[in-house]
T-cell receptor, first 113, second 116 residues
Framework: AQTVTQSQPEMSVQEAETVTLSCTYD???????LFWYKQPPSRQMILVIR??????QNATENRFSVNFQKAAKSFSLKISDSQLGDAAMYFC??????????FGQGTRLTINP | GAVVSQHPSRVICKSGTSVKIECRSL??????MFWYRQFPKKSLMLMAT?????????EQGVEKDKFLINHASLTLSTLTVTSAHPEDSSFYIC????????????FGEGSRLTVL
């Protein structure tokens, strides 16, 4: 079974600085998708960024970018120019085939003003 | 973007009673919806996949008689927690698939169930 591991339960960063959240996963598949979701205090999950495994180019969405290392099964999220509104729980997730998302344990990100 | 709404957002019930949680896609039709359970400070665990017009597919370890899922229309799926017990207290979240691309999922606001 696929597993997703986030080894950082909590992270903090100064406003305007850059922070990287780690994620590793385990799968025997070659074609799959990886995601980072954000869960703010309102609790509603919001998609931050998506990466297709067959694409070598790292996905980027404005201040959010990923470092996808397929061989190492690593998928980290970099947040540049951190803003107070970035404070949330961040979940790494894996999806293959039937669109069942497998989530990591989550990383709570705190932004220090 | 697409909107998924859950109701109620919070519910408190007595042990032994049943509670129904609704998940609606407000501006699109969702043939597939997913139900997750989230324990405090924990990740989301998929409970079941709900397909319109057919029986839900439950994940291993999830009691289908305990957690009844009905997806009677393209815009509504319901989760009924039957004979609720305190250990069923949790945050329940639904998501709906919008298009055909993996990850095109929109999540509801979640429903916090507290069983006394």
């Amino acid at each position: 079974a696929q597993t997703v591991t986030q080894s950082q339960p909590e992270m903090s960063v100064q406003e305007a600085e850059t922070v990287t959240l780690s994620c590793t996963y385990d799968t025997s598949e070659s074609d799959y998708y990886l995601f980072w979701y954000k869960q703010p205090p309102s609790r509603q999950m919001i998609l931050v960024i998506r990466q297709e495994a067959y694409k070598q180019q790292n996905a980027t969405e404005n201040r959010f970018s990923v470092n996808f290392q397929k061989a190492a099964k690593s998928f980290s999220l970099k947040i540049s120019d951190s803003q107070l509104g970035d404070a949330a729980m961040y979940f790494c997730a894996y999806c293959q085939g039937a669109q069942k998302l497998v989530f990591g344990q989550g990383t709570r990100l705190t932004i220090n003003p | 973007g697409a909107v998924v709404s859950q109701h109620p957002s919070r519910v408190i019930c007595k042990s032994g009673t049943s509670v129904k949680i609704e998940c609606r896609s407000l501006d699109f039709q969702a043939t597939t919806m997913f139900w997750y359970r989230q324990f405090p400070k924990k990740s989301l665990m998929l409970m079941a996949t709900s397909n319109e017009g057919s029986k839900a597919t439950y994940e291993q370890g999830v009691e289908k008689d305990k957690f009844l899922i009905n997806h009677a229309s393209l815009t509504l799926s319901t989760l009924t927690v039957t004979s609720a017990h305190p250990e069923d207290s949790s945050f329940y979240i639904c998501s709906a698939r919008v298009g055909s691309e993996p990850g095109e999922l929109f999540f509801g606001e979640g429903s916090r169930l507290t069983v006394l």
